[in-house]
Nanobody
Framework: QVQLVESGGGSVQSGGSLRLSCVVSGYTDSRYCMGWFRQVPGKEREGVAHIRSDGWTSYRDSVKGRFTISRDRAVNTLYLQMNSLEPEDTAMYYC????????WGSGVYFHICDEYGYWGRGTQVTVSS
């Protein structure tokens, strides 16, 4: 059974930093997509950062240059380093994982990360001005 458990959230002032951690257990597929999402009450959940098993990473524009996603395979943990935090970053943050989809095109397989089947319960991040 795949389980994801987030930690590291908290309250910080604008300009501060936090590092979120997500311990992933039970996931044995060498191919993976992992990501961080966030949600504010009354708004849709949005993707923040993604990392793929081949090392590819992606960030939403508003966090580029401030957030860094990484994974330590030795301890099965996904991280999100968040620097220069802004009040607009306040949200519940969730980590997610999935094998992703392989799509054939132009003679190669593309590893697509667009849907996630495994989710953690979230950790709250609050940034005050």
């Amino acid at each position: 059974q795949v389980q994801l458990v987030e930690s590291g959230g908290g309250s910080v002032q604008s300009g501060g930093s936090l590092r979120l951690s997500c311990v992933v257990s039970g996931y044995t597929d060498s191919r993976y997509c992992m990501g961080w999402f966030r949600q504010v009450p009354g708004k849709e959940r949005e993707g923040v950062a993604h990392i793929r098993s081949d090392g590819w990473t992606s960030y939403r524009d508003s966090v580029k240059g401030r957030f860094t996603i990484s994974r330590d395979r030795a301890v099965n943990t996904l991280y999100l380093q968040m620097n220069s935090l802004e009040p607009e970053d306040t949200a519940m943050y969730y980590c997610a994982a999935d094998p992703g989809r392989l799509v054939w095109g132009s003679g190669v397989y593309f590893h697509i990360c667009d849907e996630y089947g495994y989710w953690g319960r979230g950790t709250q991040v609050t940034v005050s001005s």
